[in-house]
């Protein structure tokens, strides 16, 4: 080596070790690459398969069902609480609702027990409907219009003495809707979604469904090609909900709700639009980064959520590294849930683990869970809210109760 290189490493070497320490220190910039891909938008396929199941259902269950599914966790307190109180009917079910703090459009959900088992049967499709429908509120009620539209042209939809569908023009376009023959009482569909709308169009994406045997009419069949319809359910003022088609929203009738909720919003008359309430969402992380922008998820609410899902609050992760070996009580579902405005921790003690579901990993551990929690629910009737989830202004016409 030249005199002159060995003065070229020499002067490398001093420079490398007078180098300022915050050099070593800097934190690493992930690349792009590693960072979190954005979800993409549900295809038409997956939404068509997402609400195959309810498409049929009367204009004003389609309502509460969607809004029910954005608080996936809730719909689990309900079904088990149901479960575990099969004697509640009537005006002790009222009362006993009047107790707990889940969202008004849950507890409306109580009153059809085989429709809220159908949703705690298959928590992750319950959870990306309600997804898709806080993204994508117009395409989720574009797809039920489409299926209706084919189980009509296939001879499957049709008025009788549970139910009327009409057409209406709403929005430039035409609408089929659904409603109860009598206002006070409601047959649930039961249909297989597989053949009740014609031949399936999209193989990868099979409809789910999902009833407890009992429920289906006499003669029934798995692939028969026609709704049968459970006995009649007297529901009071339960349902409330609407479906603005022409606008792809959906609305609260403030008449009913206030009936069946005990309570005075609105001006007691007219509609108001529904609003989501991140507060009954109980920690479950958002799909999408605008509904977390929206809705204020975010990435800690995603971290908490991985400790939720655990069922273990604050509490019990410090008695568990206080014990060795002690896992502590799981959190459940129940009293403690947090009312509207309360904090995000997971529900208290009855029922499941489930405390925060997010997306991936979590997601595939809410549907394993859910996998295991088939169960047919007990029959109830009446309701009782404290809450609400709609803002003022009036709703466009639509579907739903008159």
């Known amino acids: 080596m030249t005199r002159e290189s060995r003065l070229v490493v020499a002067s490398c070497i001093a420079a490398l070790l007078v180098a300022p320490p915050s050099w070593a220190q800097a934190p690493?910039?992930?690349?792009?690459?590693?960072?979190?891909?954005?979800?993409?938008?549900?295809?038409?396929?997956?939404?068509?398969?997402?609400?195959?199941?309810?498409?049929?259902?009367?204009?004003?269950?389609?309502?509460?069902?969607?809004?029910?599914?954005?608080?996936?966790?809730?719909?689990?307190?309900?079904?088990?609480?149901?479960?575990?109180?099969?004697?509640?009917?009537?005006?002790?079910l009222e009362d006993a609702l009047q107790k707990q703090t889940w969202d008004p459009s849950v507890k409306s959900l109580t009153v059809f027990?085989?429709?809220?088992?159908?949703?705690?049967?298959?928590?992750?499709?319950t959870q990306k409907l309600g997804d898709a429908f806080l993204a994508q509120q117009k395409d989720v009620l574009d797809a039920v219009q489409r299926l209706r539209a084919r189980a009509e042209q296939a001879g499957n939809l049709k008025s009788g003495k549970e139910q009327t569908v009409t057409r209406v023009e709403e929005g430039g376009t035409t609408v089929i809707r659904i409603e109860p023959a009598d206002p006070q009482t409601v047959y649930v569909p039961t249909y297989d979604p597989h053949v009740v709308y014609g031949a399936w169009p999209y193989p990868a994406y099979p409809p789910y469904y999902y009833y407890p045997p009992?429920?289906?009419?006499y003669g029934w069949a798995p692939g028969a090609a026609f709704v049968g319809f459970?006995?009649?359910?007297?529901?009071?003022?339960?349902?409330?909900?609407?479906?603005?088609?022409?606008?792809?929203?959906?609305?609260?009738?403030?008449?009913?709700?206030?009936?069946?909720?005990?309570?005075?919003?609105?001006?007691?008359?007219?509609?108001?639009?529904?609003?989501h309430s991140p507060?009954?969402?109980?920690?479950?992380?958002?799909?999408?980064?605008?509904?977390?922008?929206?809705?204020?998820?975010?990435?800690?609410?995603?971290?908490?959520?991985r400790e939720q899902f655990r069922g273990r609050d604050q509490g019990q992760r410090d008695a568990g590294r206080g014990s060795a070996g002690g896992a502590g009580s799981r959190t459940g579902v129940g009293d403690r849930a947090s009312g509207i405005g309360?904090?995000?921790?997971?529900?208290?003690?009855?029922?499941?683990?489930?405390?925060?579901?997010?997306?991936?990993?979590?997601?595939?551990?809410?549907?394993?869970?859910?996998?295991?929690?088939?169960?047919s629910a007990g029959a109830g009737r009446g309701?009782?809210?404290?809450?609400?989830?709609?803002?003022?202004g009036g709703g466009g016409r639509g579907g739903g109760r008159r």
């Open 230 to 275: 459970t006995a009649g359910i007297i529901i009071g003022g339960a349902l409330w909900g609407g479906c603005n088609w022409g606008g792809g929203g959906v609305y609260v009738d403030h008449h009913s709700y206030n009936n069946f909720n005990r309570t005075n919003v609105g001006d007691g008359s007219g509609r108001g639009n529904w609003q």
């Open 279 to 305: 507060e009954h969402r109980k920690g479950v992380g958002y799909r999408d980064q605008a509904s977390r922008d929206k809705f204020g998820g975010g990435q800690r609410a995603g971290i908490a959520s």
């Open 28 to 92: 690493a910039v992930p690349p792009a690459s590693l960072q979190a891909p954005a979800a993409a938008a549900f295809g038409r396929e997956e939404i068509e398969q997402l609400v195959a199941p309810i498409a049929l259902y009367p204009d004003s269950m389609v309502a509460q069902v969607l809004m029910a599914c954005t608080y996936p966790l809730e719909v689990v307190a309900a079904a088990r609480w149901l479960k575990a109180n099969p004697d509640l009917k009537g005006k002790a």
């Open 214 to 217: 009992y429920y289906y009419p």
């Open 383 to 392: 309701g009782g809210f404290s809450g609400g989830g709609f803002g003022g």
């Open 342 to 375: 309360g904090d995000r921790s997971g529900m208290s003690d009855r029922g499941s683990g489930f405390s925060g579901v997010g997306s991936g990993a979590q997601t595939r551990d809410f549907s394993n869970r859910g996998a295991a929690s088939r169960s």
């Open 113 to 125: 027990p085989q429709v809220l088992a159908m949703l705690d049967e298959r928590l992750d499709l």
